[in-house]
């Protein structure tokens, strides 16, 4: 389950028609370098079965609720989040859609 998220993240990462950033998934984890500097990972929590994401010095933990996957504190959508790192990475709007859950 929570690697058919991480393939569908990393489709829609390579979708975006950008050289600034190469991305990387290996062993339950989704990797996006950024040309000058900057990672973001999600990985899989297999144990607790969660996604965390870190970005920007920070982290965000996700569970999978009622098919969506939710940050556990503040309940915001992974991609919602996601959209807004890469948005302020690169300057202009990213949009993810919903991965599948």
Known sequence: MVSVVLRDLSNQVDAIDSDDFDSRTSDGVFQIDFEGG????????????ELWLS??????????????WR?????????????????KRMGRTISFRAPQA
């Open 71 to 87: 940050e556990r504190d503040t309940g915001e959508a992974l991609e919602t989040v996601l959209g807004g790192l890469f948005s």
């Open 38 to 49: 900057g990672t973001f990972v999600l990985s899989q929590q297999v144990p607790v079965r």
């Open 55 to 68: 970005a920007f010095a920070r982290a965000w933990h996700f569970r999978g609720v009622d098919g969506a």
